[in-house]
Structure formats: structure tokens, C-alpha cells
């Protein structure tokens, strides 16, 4: 704001200056002892020539812009849309082959496999347990049942929370 005025007040003495130089006027050099005088004149007579000076600028004044912003949206297109295929492709269809004859392979070394044969385990004696089934209770007249301290259930609930950014002034 400082360098504002500055510059403001420079701007009027050179617009001055110009002015001035244009008119062309010789100035004349005074002593302490003229402006001590004009000084006590100044007092008695108020005929001074006082020149003033009008300095306009131009302010730019704000207008409305237009700020284009894409956005990705998706369309759905309610009828089908024909697409002409310009490039013929060609489908390779593989047709399996199957082979009948059995080729014998000779190995060098042989593994040896371990082969596990089924067989019957013998039961000396058998034991049978009883085992308890449910059995339907007959119950004459339902009752009410008190509870005596709530149960609660949490649940992880989204909660949005805005902020205020307070702006202090200096």
C-alpha cells in the first residue's frame, strides 16, 4: 500500500514536470532571507497562484469469464448402433485329433512306486451307545421374560464432519 502511494505521488510530480516544461517558465532562485519575508507576507495577503493537477487512470472493471469443465459422464444409448466392419478376420477353428496307437517310451531308470493293497481289519466285539434324542416338553402357559439391562449393538455408522477454516485479519 506504501509503494502505492509512492509511486501515485511520483507519477503527479513527473505529470508536474511535463506540464511545466511545456509551459516553458524560468525560475529564479531565492535566499533564506526572501523566504523568511514571503513567509511573514503569507500572513497578511493571500494572493498566490495555486495550480492543480487531475491525473486519471484507467481501472479495469471485472467481467465475467466463461471456465469450460470437463466432466466424465457415462452415456447410455437406448438403441443399438450399427458399426460397419471395414477389416475381414479370420477364425482358426482347432479341430481336436485323437491318436489310437500307443507308442512304447523306454526309461533308463525305473522308479519304484509304492502300492497300497486294501484289506479287512477284524472286529472282536461291538459296542452299542445310546445316544439321547430330543424329546418334545409340553409347556401349559408362556410367561413373560425380563430382561434386566439392555443390550447394545454397535454399529460402525459413515459420519461426515466439515471443518471451518477461520480466517483471521491482521
Known sequence: MKTFIALSVLVAVVAGAAIESGEQKTV????????????????????????????????????????????????????????????????????PVYVEKKVPVHVDRPVPVEVKVPYEVPVVHKEYVEVPK?????????????????????????????IKKVKKHH
Not at 148 to 161: A, D, G, N, R, T
Open 134 to 162: 430330543p424329546y418334545p416338553v409340553h409347556v401349559e402357559k408362556p410367561y413373560p421374560v425380563y430382561v434386566k439391562k439392555p443390550v447394545y449393538i454397535e454399529k460402525p455408522v459413515p459420519v461426515s464432519v466439515h
Open 28 to 95: 529564479e532562485k531565492r535566499g533564506l532571507a526572501e523566504q523568511l519575508q514571503d513567509r511573514s507576507d503569507h500572513h497578511h495577503e493571500h494572493h498566490e497562484h495555486v495550480k492543480y493537477v487531475t491525473i486519471t487512470k484507467k481501472v479495469p472493471v471485472p467481467y465475467p469469464v466463461e471456465v469450460e469443465k470437463h466432466v466424465p459422464v457415462p452415456v447410455k444409448i437406448p438403441y443399438p448402433v450399427h458399426v460397419e466392419k471395414k477389416v475381414p478376420f479370420v477364425i482358426e477353428k482347432k479341430v
